[in-house]
Each structure stands twice: as C-alpha cells, then as structure tokens.
C-alpha cells in the first residue's frame, strides 16, 4: 500500500512568486492534514480535510495560503505571492475517521520550500 | 495555550537504554502521542498513550502520567538506526480532530 507522497519535495522561488504544493493521501483515507515546519520550530497544524469540506483551517497563517481538495481525494496547497517566511517544510498527513484521536497520523516526506 | 516540553538533544550509546521526557500543559487532554522522524524523512508514528501506565512495542515503550501531565519514551537496545528526532504531540483539546499540537522534538544520537 503507497504512503502519503507530496511533490514537489523540494522547491526554490523568488519572493513574490507562487508555489502550488501537492498531496495524494493513503488511499481510503477521508482525514488530510497539513502541517509545516519553520527551521526551529515545532510542526504546527495548517488545516485539516474531511473528505473535500475543510474542517478545520484555524491554523492557516493568512490568507496568501489557498488549500484545495476537490473530489475528496489529493490536495494542493498553493501560496500566493511567497514571503520569506513562508520557508520550511510542508507536511501532509492523513488518517482514517478519528485517527488523530488516537493519535495515529500517516505522514508524507514533505515538501521543502526555500523563499529567496 | 497548549504548550510541549522535552529536552532538545539527548546522547547515548549503542545497546543504552534512554529516555526522553515529556511534559504538557493542556487545557483538556485526549492523550500524548510520539512521533520518530530520520532527517528529511517523514515523521512515523510510535505509540498513543490514553490512559496512565506503560504500553510497550518490541524495544521502545511509553508511559503516561495524566496526574502529572507527564510522559516518556524509553527506548531500550539502542541501535545506530534509532539516530533521528522524536516528538510528543497531543491533539488540541476542543479542536477537529486532526490538530495536533506537537513539541519541538529532541535529537537523539546513537553512538557506537
């Protein structure tokens, strides 16, 4: 059974310029999350999916951030225009229904974004 | 705020047995998880820990305090793969369920 892959896993832009970044979850999996990893800090929650209606995007840090998951199955995460802050790791996750109640998230490598 | 603790760096060798803290302040608790992470890889889940006491899988075991808000991870026969970063996390009280607030992980390095 494929794991959580997300692509591109690495990614080098300017300021200013757009990053689109994409997911495909475990298949079967209704939960995608994404969380993102500034140098230093800890893995902080973005949002959460269930199915393509996002459940909880208390986490996306403004609206320069634009999760999709339309038919329910991969996600994209698209920043628009990229600040220099926006630099880290972007991790997508899944589970199935409840799993991060129990604690157990499926997570993707990540995807590396370098703002210049 | 919800906030996790743990030591950022811990040192052992080859066949040792270490443990890693951690403590969380939390304003409702579901449970504390943990996490492995090798560098650039994903992180793997490890154990759940809902109710106090120790809950063993092959060589890594976790326990859990709730009276103390407190948990660890010991990992025993240590081997050079064990080399990477472990987390706590804990899911936000009152939050979707897929909120997870996490510590900012201790780098453990195996030596021969």
């Known amino acids: 059974e494929a794991g959580v892959t997300q692509f591109p896993s690495h990614s080098v832009i300017e300021k200013g310029q757009t990053v689109t970044l994409r997911c495909d979850p475990i298949s079967g999996h209704d939960n995608l999350y994404w969380y993102r990893r500034v140098m230093g800090k800890e893995i902080k929650f973005l949002l959460h999916f269930v199915k393509e209606s996002k459940q909880d995007e208390s986490g996306m840090p403004n609206n320069r951030f634009l999760a999709e998951r339309t038919g329910g199955t991969y996600s994209t995460l698209k920043v628009q225009p990229a600040e220099l802050e926006d630099s880290g790791v972007y991790f997508c996750a899944s589970s199935q229904e409840g799993g991060a109640i129990t604690g157990e998230l499926f997570f993707g490598e990540g995807s590396r974004l370098t703002v210049l | ?112």
């Open chain 2, 1 to 112: 705020g919800q906030s996790l603790e743990q030591p950022s760096e811990v040192t052992a060798v080859e066949g040792a047995i270490v443990q890693i803290n951690c403590t969380y302040q939390t304003s409702g608790f579901y449970g504390l998880s943990w996490y492995q992470q090798h560098d650039g890889g994903a992180p793997t889940f490890l154990s759940y820990n809902a109710l106090d006491g120790l809950e063993e899988t092959g060589r890594f075991s976790s326990f859990l305090s709730r009276s103390d808000s407190y948990g660890y991870l010991l990992l025993q026969e240590l081997q050079m793969k064990d080399s990477a970063s472990y987390f706590c996390a804990v899911p936000y009280y009152g939050g979707s369920q897929g909120n997870l607030i996490f510590g900012k992980g201790t780098k453990l390095s195996v030596k021969p």
